[in-house]
C-alpha cells in the first residue's frame, strides 16, 4: 500500500532570494534520507511561497522494503577446529549478529552469515525523518528567536507532516507539527485543517494561496503581459525580477499604474533603475523600445481596492523619480570631465591610491593595449579618452544615489557633452560584463577600456595578497578574470597574458621580488578560468590539460584545444599520438636541442632529422596564421620516421656524444609538438 506525503514548514516571511537554493536543497536531502530507509516512493515536489516550505512526496511506501546484509567473518581455519566444530570465534560471530553458528556459510575460505532485517511501518519513521530533515537545511544566514536553541532562515510557525490523512506527530523548536496550516495573511483568517496529504494544493487554493511557484510565476507573467498589451506596450520582464516577485507573494494581482511623462526626459535607465531595482516594478515599452510613462507591480492579494494601491504605488515611484531628476540636474551643471578631480577623494584600495590614481592607469594601460594589438589611431584615440572618463560618473549624484548606473550615466553625460559615440560607448561598456551571462564589450575602445580596468584591478589586488580561495571572492576577482578571458578569445585577439602583466605592475610600481611570484599567481589563475571555459565548451578534460601549459595566448589556447578535438573525433592522430608520445618519454633526459648532423649515423635518424626540419618549416608559420588544424596534421608526417628511428636506432648509445646527439634531436621534436600541445597528456582512444 501507498499514501501520500505532505511536510509544511510554515514561517515568517523568508528572503526571495533564498527560496530557490532552499527548494533545491530540500527535494535532494528527502530524496537521499528516504532511499537511507529503503523507502519507495513516486515523484517528490517541494512548494514555496514567502510563508512556507513544502515538501510533497507521491505514492510512498506504508512499509520499509525488507533487506538483507551478508557479514563476513573469520577464516574458515580460526571459525572451525579440526573436527569442523565451531570454535568460540565463530560462535560469537554469530551471536555479535544475532544469528547462530547453523546460518553459517563458507566462501573464499571465509565464514559469512545474512541478517534478515523486517522493514518497519513508515509511520513510525516519518516523525524522525522530519525532525532530521527540517534541521538538516542550512541557509546563507539564520535566525534565533524565543528563548529555543534553535536557528532557521526565519522563526517557525506551524508544521504540518501528513502521512494520508494520518497526522504524523513530532516537535522542532518548540512547535508541534499537526495538520492545521495557515492561509493568506489578509485573504484568510486563522487555522485551517488539510484533510490529506494529497488535498494540499486544492485546500491552499480555497485559503488563497497559490502554492505551486512554476504556475505562481506563470500566472504573473500572464497578468503582466496582458496588462502591457491592453496599454498597447510591452512589458519589459526580467527573470531575476520575475523570479523575485515569484517568491514575494502568495496571491499575485498585477496592476499598471502611470508617472508624468515629464520625466521621460531623462535618459530611459535612469528612470528604468528606480523603478526595477528598488520599486520591483517592471517597466513598459512602446513597439518601438521607447520607454512608456507605465509601470506594472503585483499585490500579494486580490483585486479589492486596487485603485487605491495603484496610487499609493504611483506616489512613491514619483518620489524616487523627482530624486533622479534632482540629481540628473545637479550633475548636469558641468561636465562630466570636471569630476575627474573628485576622484582623488575617492580610495581605490588600501595603499594603492585614489580612483583618480586608477584612471591615470587605466589611460596609459588602454594605450599599450592598443599598440599590443595594432589597433588604429582613431580607435586608440577613443579608447584614452573613454578610459580617462570611464570612472569620472562614480562621483555624480546620480550614480551615488543609484549604484547600479555606474558607467550608464558615464555614457549618457558623455554624450550630452558632445563626446564622440565610441567613447560614450566604451564608458558603459568596460564594466561588461556585469554579471554571469551578461554580455561582453563589442566596441573596439570599450574591449581595450575594459580590458584595461580588470587587469589593474586583478593585479592591485593580487599585489595585496588577496587571491580569491574557496567560496570567498570579496572583489569579484574570478568574474574579471572570465570577463577578460571571454573578451580576448570572442575578439581573436593575439595578446599576451604575462605581457599585460607585467605593464600592470609597472603602472602599479610593483618591482623586485615581487613580480615572478605575482606573474605566476595571475598565470595560475587564468589558467583556472580557461580550463572552466573549455571545459564548458564540452571539450576533453585530456585536451585541455594537453593545451593549459600555455596559455600565454588565449585565444591560440582556445583554438589548439578545439583543432586538437576535431582531429581526433575524425581519426586522424591515433598513430601520431603514439609516436610522440615515445618520443617525449625520452625527450626529458635530454639536455640540449642543439643537433650535430656529422653525429647523424644511422640512416633512420638522418631520415627522421629531415622530417623534422620539413615539419619545422610548415608547422610554425601555420601555427602563426593561426591554422591549428593543419598545424595538427602536419604532425602525421613524423609519425613513421619516428617509429622507424626507434625500430632501428638505439637511443642510448654508448658513446656519450652520440646519445646526446639523438636525444637532442627527440628533443627538438617535443619542442615543436608542444608549440600545439603536450601530447603526451592526451588519452589515444
Known amino acids: 500500500m501507498e499514501r501520500d506525503f505532505l511536510l509544511e514548514i510554515g514561517t515568517e516571511e523568508i528572503p526571495a532570494h533564498f527560496v530557490p537554493a532552499i527548494l533545491n536543497q530540500l527535494a535532494q536531502k528527502a530524496s537521499s534520507m528516504l532511499d537511507e530507509l529503503h523507502l519507495s516512493h513516486g515523484a517528490i515536489r517541494t512548494l514555496a511561497t514567502p510563508r512556507r516550505i513544502a515538501l510533497c512526496v507521491s505514492s510512498l511506501a506504508e512499509k520499509q522494503a525488507d533487506t538483507a546484509t551478508e557479514y563476513k567473518g573469520p577464516s574458515a581455519k580460526i571459525a572451525f577446529d579440526e573436527n569442523e566444530k565451531p570454535t568460540k570465534a565463530a560462535i560469537g560471530f554469530a551471536r555479535g549478529k544475532g544469528a547462530s553458528v547453523d546460518d553459517l556459510c563458507l ?14 511501518n513508515t509511520a513510525a519513521l516519518l516523525p524522525d525523518f522530519c525532525q532530521n530533515l527540517i534541521c538538516s537545511l542550512t541557509f546563507p544566514k539564520t535566525m534565533r528567536w524565543g528563548d529555543v536553541d534553535f536557528r532557521f532562515v526565519r522563526p517557525l510557525r506551524w508544521l504540518v507532516s501528513l502521512f494520508g490523512d494520518e497526522v504524523i506527530d513530532f516537535t522542532v523548536a518548540k512547535v508541534k507539527s499537526g495538520n492545521k496550516t495557515r492561509g493568506h495573511r489578509f485573504l484568510s483568517d486563522g487555522e485551517h485543517i488539510i484533510k490529506t496529504a494529497g488535498e494540499y494544493e486544492k485546500t491552499m487554493e480555497e485559503l488563497s494561496i ?18 502591457a498589451s491592453e496599454k498597447g506596450g510591452i512589458a519589459q520582464i526580467t527573470e531575476d525580477l520575475l523570479e523575485e516577485i515569484t517568491y514575494l507573494v502568495e496571491y499575485p494581482t498585477a496592476l499598471c499604474g502611470s508617472f508624468d511623462e515629464s520625466f521621460l526626459s531623462l535618459p530611459k535607465e535612469a528612470v528604468i533603475t528606480p523603478m526595477r531595482e528598488h520599486q520591483r516594478y517592471f517597466p513598459v515599452l512602446s513597439a518601438d523600445g521607447k520607454l512608456m510613462p507605465l509601470f506594472i ?7 479589492y481596492a486596487l485603485s487605491t494601491v495603484q496610487h499609493g504605488n504611483e506616489r512613491v515611484l514619483r518620489a524616487r523619480l523627482e530624486d533622479a531628476r534632482f540629481f540628473f540636474d545637479e550633475d548636469r551643471k558641468k561636465p562630466l570631465a570636471a569630476y575627474l578631480e573628485k576622484l582623488k577623494t575617492v580610495v581605490f584600495q588600501e595603499g594603492l591610491g585614489t580612483i583618480y590614481d586608477k584612471a591615470q592607469r587605466l589611460e596609459k594601460f588602454t594605450a599599450f593595449l592598443a599598440d599590443c594589438l595594432k589597433i588604429s589611431e582613431a580607435d586608440k584615440k577613443d579608447a584614452c579618452r573613454a578610459a580617462k572618463l570611464a570612472k569620472a560618473d562614480l562621483v555624480t549624484g546620480m550614480v551615488c544615489e543609484f549604484t547600479e548606473l555606474q558607467g550608464c550615466m558615464g555614457r549618457e553625460y558623455a554624450l550630452l557633452d558632445g563626446e564622440n559615440k565610441a567613447v560614450a560607448t566604451a564608458i558603459d561598456e568596460h564594466y561588461k560584463p556585469r554579471f554571469a551571462g551578461d554580455s ?48 580576448i578569445i570572442e575578439a581573436d585577439y593575439k595578446l599576451s597574458l604575462s605581457a599585460c602583466c607585467k605593464e600592470a605592475m609597472r603602472l ?3 618591482e623586485g621580488d615581487k613580480e615572478e611570484k605575482l606573474l605566476n599567481d595571475f598565470s595560475d589563475f587564468m589558467r583556472l578560468r580557461i580550463k572552466g571555459i573549455l571545459s564548458d565548451k564540452k571539450i576533453r578534460y585530456d585536451i585541455i590539460d594537453a593545451v593549459s601549459d600555455d596559455i600565454d595566448n588565449l585565444t591560440s589556447t582556445f583554438k589548439r584545444a578545439f583543432a586538437i578535438q576535431r582531429s581526433l573525433k575524425e581519426g586522424e592522430m591515433t598513430d601520431t599520438l603514439q609516436a610522440l608520445g615515445r618520443v617525449e618519454n625520452l625527450a626529458q633526459k635530454g639536455d640540449s636541442e642543439v643537433v650535430d648532423e656529422a653525429l647523424l649515423k644511422e640512416k633512420a635518424e638522418k631520415e627522421l632529422f629531415l622530417a623534422f626540419k620539413q615539419s619545422l618549416a610548415k608547422i610554425l608559420p601555420l601555427l602563426q596564421e593561426g591554422k591549428n588544424y593543419e598545424a595538427i596534421i602536419c604532425l602525421k608526417d613524423l609519425t613513421a620516421p619516428i617509429n622507424n628511428f626507434f625500430d632501428a636506432v638505439m637511443v642510448m648509445d654508448k658513446d656519450e656524444k652520440i646519445r646526446a646527439n639523438r636525444l637532442a634531436l627527440l628533443k627538438n621534436i617535443s619542442t615543436l609538438s608542444k608549440n600545439i600541445a603536450d601530447f603526451s597528456k592526451i588519452i589515444s582512444e
Open 210 to 227: 497559490m502554492v505551486d511557484q512554476d504556475k505562481r510565476r506563470q500566472v504573473i507573467k500572464e497578468q503582466i503581459e496582458k496588462l
Open 297 to 303: 507591480t503585483v499585490r500579494n492579494g486580490g483585486d
Open 107 to 120: 566462501k573464499d575460505g571465509y565464514v559469512y552469515v545474512t541478517v534478515k532485517h523486517q522493514g518497519e
Open 508 to 510: 602599479l610600481n610593483i
Open 440 to 487: 561582453l564589450p563589442q566596441s573596439t575602445a570599450g574591449r581595450l577600456v575594459s580590458l584595461a580596468d580588470k587587469f589593474d584591478t586583478i593585479i592591485a589586488t593580487f599585489s595585496r595578497g588577496l587571491i580569491p580561495t574557496g567560496s570567498q571572492d570579496p572583489f569579484a576577482l574570478r568574474r574579471q578574470a572570465l570577463g577578460i578571458a571571454n573578451t
